[in-house]
């Protein structure tokens, strides 16, 4: 059984840092592309990074142009765990944060319809 469980989402101050988790089970997980999206209160789902691992892949880390420099994407294969650090946050950062995945050995996108697999999600609120 697929499995993704989203970790660390909690209210932060703007400026401030999070470091989200996403521990994945079910599938051979070096084989998939983890992506991270983002929920807004009344807003559609949107696509924040990917991260995949397969040498073909020239796309290996994939950012929105919203969080590019501030958020970072990394994996760890022994700990089926994808992490995402996010810096220098910002209120237009809120919402609930899902990890999903693609594959086997799919290339990384951030086309939500593209993904087969979906977390519960994690609420990130950021505000003073």
């Known amino acids: 059984q697929v499995q993704l469980v989203e970790s660390g989402g909690e209210l932060v101050q703007p400026g401030g840092t999070l470091r989200l988790s996403c521990v994945v089970s079910?599938?051979?997980?070096?084989?998939?592309?983890i992506g991270w999206f983002r929920q807004a209160p009344g807003k559609e789902r949107e696509g924040v990074s990917c991260?995949?691992?397969?040498?073909?892949?020239?796309?290996?880390?994939m950012y929105s142009e919203s969080v590019k420099g501030r958020f970072t994407v990394s994996r760890d294969n022994a700990k089926n765990t994808v992490y995402l650090q996010m810096n220098s946050l910002k209120s237009e950062d809120t919402g609930v944060y899902y990890c999903?995945?693609?594959?086997?050995?799919?290339?990384?996108?951030?086309?939500?319809?593209?993904?087969?697999?979906w977390g519960e999600g994690t609420q990130v609120t950021v505000s003073s």
């Open positions: 079910g599938f051979t997980f070096k084989d998939y592309a």
């Open positions: 999903a995945a693609i594959g086997p050995w799919a290339r990384c996108t951030l086309a939500r319809y593209e993904y087969d697999y």
């Open positions: 991260s995949s691992d397969y040498a073909y892949d020239d796309t290996s880390t």
